[in-house]
């Protein structure tokens, strides 16, 4: 930096471009990166269709003529990103939400809206309740020696099962008992942000110090007042913290219950029926949407937490 | 007197009075609740001496119970069996049929999990290398890699059995879907754990970029590495499995489930998820302890 421009105070609106350019330049480089080695794998990989058609038909193709098929087919192997956003783009703004049928207004499935509304509203059902559970037990574990011995390692230990690989069982079972719907999906949910919030919520309700703790004591304050007071202000960043994992994994949960039951709606069930009939790109606009819900439900968290931090003093 | 009325646990203690007084309807509630009350009494007993004794037992006696309480209120209310199974009766399918399991083992967790678990793997870690000697590309790579971390990437199973087939070589392909991103960010995490001083230090050796990186930062890494290892191998079970759900031949574990479930054979299931179960957590250990072994100065092993 010369001696010029370390003088003259950098505007705040240049410092601030600055920032951002430095911040989202790299990501951008990458992201871009991912989408061209996408065309290019997408040029590879739907050619030999092209080539073979154009064969039968004894067609040449020039290299223009061979690549605008390629971008354009109906059930590509792999569609390309235009493609898959053209999809998405049409299911959701391009569908109406309700439509008539047999004299009612029913939710139309062709929107695509609607089937990540029918796997969001499990999910969110079941992380409340998952949550809200996982937060009762951290609270019982930290104030009684026997339950923490005894439940903790088996808490540890679920997370490595892969619950989720047998989530489709829960629904057949449920689904045998009559149980059907939005609560076998949130139970699925509940069950896998359940763990997640317990371990980071052991950790957060105990990471007040012992001075903390001993002033309480001080104080004469009882359990319920040192939880409430302390224990539970202090475990706030823990618990955004599993709650983000929380729900993730509860949003994939749910679209994985979807998968061997046939369920009709929900992106899950895109997902089955689109590779049943090999429709590639139905299959790739369900997978964006779910990724779009992942991100929103995360961002939103984030967002929540961000407010509540500030507002008790403590981000950083 | 005070104080102790205050801490009185109210939930649990409502749940008992509760359950009192539903047993006067049905007493099998209240056999339930001796066998739940009993099996807490000790172990509330046993948590009050400290030591190796009650960590290792407290738990252990914790799972009997649940599992006994499985069994006796699967018996006493004579649930179907296509709906819950009873532990010995699940126990009875697993030793009836271990070569079937065996089979499914070999089939999802060595040829497609393991093999996908490597590959994913190693070639993040390679990535992981080359991003490390750019930092651009390492500022574009975390935050792209940790967003592709969170989705469901699970979703991407039907396509790699539509490229690769029904064969294990498209359920290793989703695992490597699955692992690369997570040990990709942890691995780049990793190689920037090196203090500047100790960077600063092999520099006035005169150390090389491979000297330094296997000397210093590779095992500066080595926690971070565990993290992204251990997250991955519950990962690659749980991919392994469900792209089986899109299609396989008719062997492995996820087949298994998704067969047996269609003939209602609910004991063969929840063998199958003991198996699943068993090898996630061997998978998940054997990381532990070569963790422990490989990074015994880190505070977090003291």
Redesign the interface.
């Known amino acids: 930096m010369s001696v010029a421009e370390a003088q003259a105070p950098p505007c705040a609106f240049c410092m601030a471009m600055r920032r951002i350019s430095m911040a989202v330049l790299p990501v951008l480089t990458v992201v871009s990166v991912i989408v061209a080695i996408w065309y290019g794998g997408a040029y590879l990989m739907n050619r030999w269709v092209t080539l073979d058609t154009a064969q039968r038909q004894g067609v040449e193709l020039t290299f223009n003529e061979l690549f605008a098929d390629t971008m354009a087919q109906e059930r590509p192997r792999l569609p390309a990103p235009h493609q898959v956003a053209a999809e998405l783009w049409n299911t959701t703004a391009g569908e109406e939400l309700f439509r008539e049928r047999r004299g009612e207004l029913r939710p139309n499935p062709r929107n695509l809206l609607f089937h990540a509304y029918q796997t969001l509203a499990p999910t969110l059902l079941g992380f409340v309740i998952g949550s809200l559970a996982g937060l009762l037990l951290a609270i019982g574990i930290v104030h009684n020696r026997a339950m923490d011995l005894s439940v903790m390692p088996w808490a540890i230990a679920s997370q490595t099962i892969p619950i989720l690989a047998v989530a489709p069982i829960v629904i057949v079972v449920l689904n045998a008992v009559g149980l059907t719907g939005v609560v076998p999906k949130s139970l699925i949910s509940a069950y896998l942000s359940f763990f997640p919030v317990v371990v980071g919520m052991v950790k957060g309700l105990r990471s007040p110090g012992a001075i903390d703790l001993d002033l309480l004591r001080t104080y004469s304050a009882s359990r319920t007042e040192t939880l409430f007071k302390l224990r539970l202000p202090a475990s706030v960043p823990f618990l955004f913290a599993s709650l983000k994992v929380g729900i993730a994994a509860a949003l994939v949960g749910t679209i994985v219950a979807e998968l061997p039951t046939g369920a009709r709606f929900g992106l899950g069930a895109r997902l089955l029926t689109g590779s049943y009939y090999g429709q590639t790109i139905q299959i790739w606009s369900a997978l964006f949407m779910a990724a779009i819900c992942a991100a929103i439900l995360v961002a939103i968290l984030g967002l929540i937490e961000r407010a509540t931090l500030r507002r008790m003093g403590l981000n950083r | 007197m005070n104080?102790a009325l205050?801490?009185i646990?109210i939930?649990?203690v409502a749940a008992v009075v509760v359950l009192v007084f539903a047993g006067f309807y049905d007493l099998r509630l209240w056999v339930l609740l001796a066998v739940w009350l009993g099996a807490?009494y000790i172990?509330?007993r046993?948590?009050?001496s400290d030591g190796p004794v009650?960590?290792l037992w407290?738990?252990v006696?914790?799972?009997l119970t649940l599992v006994g309480l499985w069994e006796l209120t699967v018996r006493l209310y004579e649930v179907s069996p296509?709906?819950?199974p009873a532990p010995s009766a699940i126990a009875v399918a697993f030793a009836q049929n271990t070569d079937i399991l065996w089979a499914d083992f070999v089939q999802t967790i060595l040829k497609g999990a393991l093999v996908g678990y490597v590959i994913g793997c190693g070639a993040a870690f390679l990535v992981a290398l080359a991003v490390d000697r750019s930092p651009?590309?390492?500022?574009?790579?975390l935050?792209?890699g940790s967003?592709l971390a969170?989705?469901?990437i699970?979703?991407?199973a039907?396509?790699f059995?539509?490229?690769l087939g029904f064969g294990p070589a498209s359920k290793a392909a989703v695992v490597v879907a699955m692992v690369f991103f997570p040990m990709l960010v942890n691995a780049v995490e990793g190689l920037k754990a090196s203090d500047k001083m100790q960077r600063d230090l092999m520099h006035t050796y005169a150390a090389s970029y491979w000297q330094s990186l296997v000397k210093l930062r590779l095992p500066t890494a080595l926690p971070f590495l565990f993290n992204g290892l251990k997250i991955c191998?519950?990962l690659a079970?749980?991919g392994a499995?469900?792209a089986e759900?899109?299609?396989s031949p008719t062997v492995g574990?996820?087949f298994r489930?998704?067969i047996e479930?269609g003939r209602l054979a609910?004991d063969v299931?929840w063998a199958e998820?003991t198996v699943?179960?068993l090898a996630?957590?061997g998978?998940?250990?054997l990381m532990t302890l070569l963790e422990r072994q490989l990074t015994f100065w880190h505070p977090s092993q003291r």
Do not use: E, S
């Open positions: 104080a205050r801490n646990p939930l649990p807490w172990n509330t046993l948590a009050r009650a960590a407290v738990p006696i914790f799972g296509v709906i819950l651009f590309l390492q500022k574009g790579m935050p792209v967003f969170a989705l469901p699970v979703g991407t039907p396509i059995v539509m490229w191998t519950t079970l749980i499995i469900v759900f899109f299609g574990m996820g489930i998704k479930v609910m299931v998820i699943a179960a996630g957590t998978f998940y250990g």
